[in-house]
């Protein structure tokens, strides 16, 4: 758990158990009901992948980036309790006033690609690829990534990235030092390097555990800095699935998101973001093949949504986020009634120093065009 979360509250920790022992109506009307007194005191952002019983009493849904920014926007609202995982709750609290209060449900809901890049790590990268080649590298960082490490990136001149804006993040970056360390997902590195012209030839791995570079060639020919992480979801995602497929239907269509390897979206017909997974397939011709390679949750309320269209997982035996869904509806209702109580627990509150360089690496994101 990051030092910059601080669960306030008596009850901080565990949900007692009696939540688990409610049923689901007499849930749903305790929730409602504090969602009614509140009214628009109290702000609720979903993420995509939450279960469906959670994202039924969202006020909006989206991915990360985007839902902090919706709760940016929302001035009225006292507390916005997000259903989503630990970074994207700092991100909230980081664009949102000191005066509105971010609480995060279920504190044990992290994120296991953001917690592949702690600072300690970074910090040792930093030092040998400064003395390897000296001040030509730019850190860019994924937006699943904590706040400590989009403020490492802000102090030393970069940025944050999204999947859907990335591949003009790393052009900007290019444009300002000769080489980027990409944190901490390096898939969507490596495809967004590839589809920009940059040969895999030229991309090195940082493996923070080793702490070394895993590179063949000569070091003046790296362009791309990967760091050794990845999505334990996307990662599931194999290119004997795409085999399977498009051999049991040619004509199906598949789709995935960047975080997954790049064989497999070598091997695929579309890739992209969420926003775009979920664009395609609204647009898709009703009749038309698909199999997604994204997160279950996600898959599932897409299959529910388009009844005219044949759409799988691409990987049947793919569980949902296990972290993600730790955010389940006992706990959502327990951080209300906390709230109700006057007593929130699992608030976020990134430390100002921290968050003011993390701002400035969400900033030069949302400046750059």
Not at 74 to 86: R, S, T
Not at 268 to 285: H, P, Y
Request: hydrophobic share 40%; with cysteine.
């Amino acid at each position: 758990m990051s030092i910059l979360n601080l669960i306030h509250g008596g009850n901080a920790g565990m949900m007692p158990e009696l939540y688990k022992e409610m049923t689901e109506e007499e849930m749903t009307g305790k929730i409602l009901k504090i969602k009614k007194k509140f009214g628009e005191r109290l702000f609720i952002p979903g993420h995509h992948y939450q279960k469906d019983e959670v994202i039924q009493f969202a006020d909006a849904t989206g991915d990360s980036l985007q839902l902090a920014q919706v709760a940016q926007k929302n001035k009225k609202a006292e507390y916005i309790v997000f259903c989503g995982v630990h970074f994207m709750a700092e991100t909230a609290d980081m664009l949102t006033s000191d005066e509105q209060i971010v609480v995060l449900p279920d504190m044990r809901a992290g994120c296991s690609m953001a917690d592949m890049a702690n600072m300690l790590q970074t910090n040792r990268a930093w030092e040998e690829l400064t003395e390897l080649f000296g001040d030509t590298v730019i850190p860019l960082t994924y937006v699943n990534s904590t706040a400590e490490i989009k403020a490492f990136v802000g102090r030393n001149g970069g940025a944050a990235v999204t999947s859907s804006n990335a591949a003009r993040m790393l052009t900007w970056a290019l444009s300002q030092k000769e080489r980027i360390l990409f944190l901490p997902d390096q898939h969507l590195g490596r495809n967004t390097a590839f589809d920009l012209g940059i040969p895999l030839s030229r991309m090195a791995i940082w493996d923070p555990i080793a702490e070394k570079l895993e590179y063949n060639g000569a070091l003046e020919d790296i362009k791309i800095i990967l760091w050794k992480g990845h999505c334990s979801v996307h990662e599931k995602f194999t290119v004997a699935n795409i085999k399977s497929v498009k051999e049991r239907d040619p004509d199906i269509n598949v789709i995935v998101h960047p975080e997954c390897t790049h064989e497999v979206v070598a091997l695929s017909d579309f890739s992209g973001s969420t926003k775009k997974i979920i664009d395609t397939i609204n647009e898709a011709k009703p009749g038309s093949k698909w199999a997604i390679g994204t997160e279950m949750n996600l898959v599932s309320r897409i299959i529910q949504e388009h009844p005219d269209k044949q759409i799988e997982s691409l990987n049947p035996d793919m569980c949902p986020c296990l972290t993600m869904n730790r955010i389940d509806m006992p706990h959502l209702l327990w951080s209300l009634e906390q709230i109700d109580k006057g007593e929130p627990t699992g608030v976020i509150k990134v430390d100002q120093d921290i968050a003011k360089d993390a701002i400035l690496a969400l900033n030069r994101m949302l400046t750059i065009r």
